[in-house]
């Protein structure tokens, strides 16, 4: 491939599959990570399991119902982290320029590189000779193509597209297909008529401004078109990181609520610790069936990156809080990021 080059590589169901390593007599049947409390909710599910609509933050007691023949399992994270380092060991082995953007995907810059197919052909056969997992690769000239393109044909999928190839054949995906692109956009969008990637690109730009605004509306279109020209960098220059999930049934129950927290908070102090970054800003975002959105915040005196330091915060933010109302939406931030002074090796040993 001439010119810039870059790919994503994301782990096929890693939960799952680190937990297959360990227990190769369950492949191929549907297996569930997920708490073993009443009110835990599911981390991760095979493929085989996704089959029967068990999906990540889904309730575990409704998995339990939609996939009695399932194998349920409790999380291992300190397990987790461990896989992820050896794969990242791996990629970084290969590739000079690699942005990792949590336990289980990077970003790799490919430009220059010979052969840059072959190379990451290589390289996933070696993930799988040295690990024994799977991974999905996307290449194309962005950051976004690539993410996009190794979603397309999970799991062990190998994609390979331009721009204007992207923007053929994901024509008339729904525009939530595209990162940036969250819920409640596709939700405005949809009101304007608009509810494929195609037709975002073909609005009129002036009609799209009066609803998001001249530089919300110009973005929204960029990312219609596959126009992306972030750059790959180990040194990610963001100031906070958030986890979130919008639910597809209101939620009351504080219970739950505080369970599928634990599992937020989990997913982005795995991300942190990845990054090898932390912060002292600890905050919650709650919207309501009502649509409000409210959000808390506390500021610690040290910068954190671990669950155990990040829960027990963010979940007396939510409980102080005491939502009034049913929660459509709830997530979790770290904010007021830096690099960690310590390596990685010093920062898993406060969570093993």
């Known amino acids: 491939m001439a010119g810039r080059c870059v790919a994503h590589l994301d782990m096929d169901a890693f939960y ?10 369950l492949r191929g049947r549907p297996v569930i990570v997920a708490g073993t409390g009443p009110r835990s909710v599911v981390t991760t599910a095979s493929y085989e399991a996704r089959r029967f609509g068990v999906g990540s933050a889904m ?25 992820s380092r050896q794969v990242m060991a791996i990629v970084r082995a290969a590739v000079d320029v690699v942005e990792v953007v949590g336990l289980d995907e990077a970003y790799l810059d490919l430009t220059g590189v010979p052969g840059p197919v072959a190379a990451m052909r290589r390289l996933v056969a070696e993930i799988e000779r040295a690990t024994a997992l799977g991974c999905s690769i996307g290449i194309g000239p962005s950051r976004l193509v690539a993410k996009v393109a190794s979603d397309a044909e999970k799991p062990r999928g190998f994609v390979v597209l331009s721009r204007e190839q992207a923007c053929r054949r994901f024509a008339e995906a729904p525009c939530g297909l595209v990162p940036g692109i969250g819920p409640k956009t596709v939700e405005r969008l949809r ?3 608009v509810e494929t990637l195609s037709a975002l690109g073909a609005v009129p730009a002036t009609r799209l401004a009066e609803r998001f605004g001249p530089r919300h509306a110009a973005e929204l279109q960029r990312r219609a078109r596959f126009e992306d020209d972030s750059p790959v960098t180990e040194e990610r220059k963001v100031v906070s990181e958030s986890r979130e999930l919008t639910f597809d049934e209101d939620i009351r129950d504080l219970e739950r609520l505080e369970a599928i927290l634990g599992q937020l908070v989990d997913r982005l102090c795995d991300g942190l610790i990845a990054q090898r970054r932390r912060g002292r800003t600890i905050g919650i975002k709650v919207r309501l069936d009502d649509f409000s959105t409210h959000t808390r915040a506390r500021t610690l005196a040290d910068a954190v990156a671990t669950a155990d330091r990040v829960g027990p915060v963010a979940q007396d933010l939510l ?4 939502p009034p109302r049913p929660v459509r939406l709830l997530g979790v931030r770290v904010a007021g990021l830096e690099l960690s002074d310590r390596d990685d090796d010093e920062q898993l040993q406060l969570v093993l």
């Open 319 to 322: 409980r102080r809080f005491a």
């Open 59 to 83: 309730p575990a007691a409704r998995a339990r119902r939609l996939c009695p023949q399932g194998v349920f399992l409790a999380p291992d994270f300190a397990y987790y982290r461990e896989a």
């Open 16 to 25: 799952v599959s680190v937990e297959l390593r360990r227990r190769p007599e």
């Open 191 to 193: 009101g304007l008529g």
